[in-house]
């Protein structure tokens, strides 16, 4: 009933070009590590063989299984300035002196922020933690806002999620109040002249460990700010705090920030989703009431319900919002904050909707131009939802994207890019060269600004510097693992598959074609008739399966779904086990589908 992946050159089941315009191949491992991984687990060979087309080592393979703290939790001390770091927020604490925390406005600096907040205020200090706003204050630390907090008692600012390229800002501080920086994103220079910044990303930092999101760097000085002060004696009359209550939201912050779910964030996002499903933090409890998150908490639920809505609030809304929902300690509050930020995500995604459909003809046009980078823009276009426009048109043609806001001659902006194209490093090297006003990043998103007349000479620069994108096919291709027919699909295998939870990226979901099979029956459900449910039948009447295509919209895969007339299809996508009141069954989730040639 099950086929793995065949060593062949040719397109999975000859679909060069699926409903989605993608190529399907087959994803290769090594099938004498995969049967080795088998037995020494004593795992089923299918395991075996996802973990070795993983590139997961025999000696590595338990660890990826079941990713604990305990084995792959490094000493915080590798990081480059952790040390001083560490003591000087003991020394905080043991003084009670008044800290502020400077954030960023996305799901990262949301929950890094909150971390060390939460963190430091049950130790003792007083913490104001601020986020800055999108529109009037921009990105990163600013002069105005850091001398009030000075003013109002700061001896410490922490900045987390930013910081890093943020020297000349900082500098406002000296002789004010000392600063801590922990961040994660790439540095282009020597660190900031502050007391310490903790970046893996950071020039001369050999940690290892630049895959961290900044949430995990905060709960990481939090681990060593807790030795310092177990060192000095300091819990010798009061209980340690619980850290790993805190992986939730690293859990969350990991999975938003898109960092890959490898070796420790494995581990951060296994236990931190074992401490969410207690619903013992508020402000998660409430929003996962909000997006009728009933089941178990997944990494799909961190990416798909709980991470748009405290993006929302940074985007088109209050900007803080969010940082505050995950310290509110009041359930009823809590439930009235998430309740607003789920209003503002849909107001956000009507701001989306009105702003994508125009963004995607002007890429088309691009595309059909041979641009390498697409660059768009639109007056009027909402700042905060240019990210997302631009993930949506990366994509739908598999090119780095890159959309602006245009307002009174300014270009304000951000980028999405695909694998192997670092867009952040394009994105540095124009605003060194002088054309734009700020720009920053990592290989797969970038944000910047520049004067609206700079527009062609930056996307000039753009598509000299990804070149490479030009020779990348229309659709990503689909890697495939194997084949399975509908009476195969068992809720047995299904759970087998769930051993390599969780997923995203750096080990995406593993992908089964079910070939040739009949739709018998299809509806649209959902809020706006966005998810379409099949039950689908194999060849011969072998078997039913219920399947489910989300955010399935009106191209040709969801008009071949929705078509009586019985043609076979071979549909792609990824089996599960649902739990739905206390039953586990096998279902699919269709990712994409092909006639049957």
Same mark, same amino acid.
């Given at each position: 009933?099950?086929?793995?992946?065949?060593?062949?050159?040719? =397109?999975?089941?000859?679909?060069?070009?699926?409903?989605?315009?993608?190529?399907?191949?087959?994803?290769?491992?090594?099938?004498?590590?995969?049967?080795?991984?088998?037995?020494?687990?004593?795992?089923?060979?299918?395991?075996?063989?996802?973990?070795?087309?993983?590139?997961?080592?025999?000696?590595?393979?338990?660890?990826?299984?079941?990713?604990?703290?305990?084995?792959?939790?490094?000493?915080?001390?590798?990081?480059?300035?952790?040390?001083?770091?560490?003591?000087?927020?003991?020394?905080?604490?043991?003084?009670?002196?008044?800290?502020?925390?400077?954030?960023?406005?996305?799901?990262?600096?949301?929950?890094?922020?909150?971390?060390?907040?939460?963190?430091?205020?049950?130790?003792?200090?007083?913490?104001?933690?601020?986020?800055?706003?999108?529109?009037?204050?921009?990105?990163? =630390?600013?002069?105005?806002?850091?001398?009030?907090?000075?003013?109002?008692?700061?001896?410490?600012?922490?900045?987390?999620?930013?910081?890093?390229?943020?020297?000349?800002?900082?500098?406002?501080?000296?002789?004010?109040?000392?600063?801590?920086?922990?961040?994660?994103?790439?540095?282009?220079?020597?660190?900031?002249?502050?007391?310490?910044?903790?970046?893996?990303?950071?020039?001369?930092?050999?940690?290892?460990?630049?895959?961290?999101?900044?949430?995990?760097?905060?709960?990481?000085?939090?681990?060593?700010?807790?030795?310092?002060?177990?060192?000095?004696?300091?819990?010798?009359?009061?209980?340690?705090?619980?850290?790993?209550?805190?992986?939730?939201?690293?859990?969350?912050?990991?999975?938003?920030?898109?960092? =890959?779910?490898?070796?420790?964030?494995?581990?951060?996002?296994?236990?931190?989703?074992?401490?969410?499903?207690?619903?013992?933090?508020?402000?998660?409890?409430?929003?996962?009431?909000?997006?009728?998150?009933?089941?178990?908490?997944?990494?799909?639920?961190?990416?798909?319900?709980?991470?748009?809505?405290?993006?929302?609030?940074?985007?088109?809304?209050?900007?803080?919002?969010?940082?505050?929902?995950?310290?509110?300690?009041?359930?009823?509050?809590?439930?009235?904050?998430?309740?607003?930020?789920?209003?503002?995500?849909?107001?956000?995604?009507?701001?989306?909707?009105?702003?994508?459909?125009?963004?995607?003809?002007?890429?088309?046009?691009?595309?059909?131009?041979?641009?390498?980078?697409?660059?768009?823009?639109?007056?009027?276009?909402?700042?905060?939802?240019?990210?997302?426009?631009?993930?949506?048109?990366?994509?739908?043609?598999?090119?780095?994207?890159?959309?602006?806001?245009?307002?009174?001659?300014?270009?304000?902006?951000?980028?999405?890019?695909?694998?192997?194209?670092?867009?952040?490093?394009?994105?540095?090297?124009?605003?060194?060269?002088?054309?734009?006003?700020?720009?920053?990043?990592?290989?797969?998103?970038?944000?910047?600004?520049?004067?609206?007349?700079?527009?062609?000479?930056?996307?000039?620069?753009?598509?000299?510097?990804?070149?490479?994108?030009?020779?990348?096919?229309?659709?990503?291709?689909?890697?495939?693992?194997?084949?399975?027919?509908?009476?195969?699909?068992?809720?047995?295998?299904?759970?087998?598959?769930?051993?390599?939870?969780?997923?995203?990226?750096?080990?995406?979901?593993?992908?089964?074609?079910?070939?040739?099979?009949?739709?018998?029956?299809?509806?649209?459900?959902?809020?706006?008739?966005?998810?379409?449910?099949?039950?689908?039948?194999?060849?011969?009447?072998?078997?039913?399966?219920?399947?489910?295509?989300?955010?399935?919209?009106?191209?040709?895969?969801?008009?071949?779904?929705?078509?009586?007339?019985?043609?076979?299809?071979?549909?792609?996508?990824?089996?599960?086990?649902?739990?739905?009141?206390?039953?586990?069954?096998?279902?699919?989730?269709?990712?994409?589908?092909?006639?049957?040639?």
């Amino acid at each position: 009933m099950l086929s793995l992946a065949e060593p062949a050159a040719a =397109p999975v089941l000859g679909v060069a070009c699926s409903l989605t315009n993608r190529r399907w191949i087959w994803r290769q491992g090594e099938d004498r590590l995969g049967l080795g991984i088998a037995q020494r687990l004593g795992v089923p060979e299918v395991v075996g063989r996802l973990l070795a087309a993983r590139g997961v080592g025999l000696e590595a393979a338990a660890d990826f299984l079941d990713p604990t703290l305990r084995a792959l939790l490094p000493d915080p001390s590798v990081l480059r300035d952790m040390d001083r770091a560490a003591a000087r927020l003991a020394d905080a604490v043991r003084r009670g002196e008044t800290v502020a925390v400077f954030g960023d406005y996305d799901v990262d600096g949301a929950c890094s922020g909150a971390l060390i907040t939460g963190f430091l205020r049950g130790l003792g200090c007083t913490v104001m933690p601020h986020v800055p706003d999108r529109m009037t204050e921009g990105y990163g =630390p600013n002069v105005p806002m850091l001398q009030e907090l000075a003013a109002r008692g700061a001896t410490l600012l922490i900045c987390v999620d930013c910081g890093t390229a943020a020297g000349d800002v900082l500098a406002c501080l000296h002789g004010l109040a000392d600063v801590v920086v922990l961040d994660h994103h790439k540095a282009e220079g020597p660190p900031p002249a502050v007391l310490a910044t903790v970046n893996p990303n950071r020039l001369d930092c050999g940690s290892g460990l630049g895959t961290l999101c900044a949430a995990a760097i905060a709960f990481l000085t939090a681990v060593g700010t807790v030795r310092e002060l177990r060192r000095a004696g300091f819990f010798a009359a009061r209980r340690e705090p619980d850290l790993l209550a805190l992986l939730d939201i690293v859990a969350l912050a990991t999975v938003c920030d898109v960092m =890959p779910l490898t070796g420790l964030n494995r581990a951060f996002v296994t236990q931190g989703l074992r401490v969410m499903a207690r619903r013992e933090r508020p402000g998660i409890a409430a929003l996962l009431e909000v997006a009728q998150a009933t089941e178990r908490p997944t990494a799909t639920t961190l990416g798909y319900a709980l991470g748009p809505r405290i993006n929302a609030g940074g985007r088109i809304g209050e900007a803080g919002l969010g940082l505050r929902l995950l310290l509110c300690d009041d359930l009823v509050e809590a439930r009235a904050m998430a309740a607003t930020l789920d209003a503002v995500n849909r107001q956000r995604q009507v701001v989306e909707a009105s702003m994508l459909e125009a963004a995607m003809q002007a890429a088309e046009a691009q595309v059909a131009a041979g641009r390498a980078a697409l660059l768009v823009s639109g007056v009027d276009w909402h700042p905060g939802v240019v990210g997302i426009i631009a993930g949506r048109i990366k994509e739908r043609f598999n090119r780095p994207a890159c959309v602006a806001a245009l307002a009174d001659g300014i270009a304000k902006g951000s980028g999405r890019s695909v694998a192997g194209i670092d867009l952040g490093a394009a994105v540095i090297a124009a605003r060194q060269s002088g054309m734009l006003l700020t720009g920053g990043g990592h290989a797969m998103a970038a944000g910047f600004s520049l004067a609206e007349s700079g527009l062609p000479t930056f996307h000039a620069f753009l598509d000299e510097r990804l070149a490479a994108a030009s020779d990348l096919p229309s659709a990503a291709d689909l890697a495939v693992e194997g084949t399975v027919a509908v009476p195969g699909c068992t809720t047995e295998l299904a759970q087998q598959l769930g051993r390599l939870a969780p997923f995203g990226n750096g080990n995406e979901e593993p992908v089964f074609i079910l070939p040739r099979v009949r739709v018998v029956r299809a509806d649209r459900v959902g809020r706006e008739g966005a998810t379409i449910r099949v039950f689908v039948e194999g060849e011969g009447g072998g078997g039913r399966l219920k399947a489910i295509r989300f955010r399935a919209g009106e191209g040709a895969l969801a008009a071949a779904l929705l078509r009586r007339d019985g043609m076979p299809l071979h549909l792609a996508g990824h089996l599960r086990a649902e739990e739905w009141n206390g039953t586990t069954s096998a279902g699919f989730i269709i990712t994409d589908a092909a006639p049957v040639g």
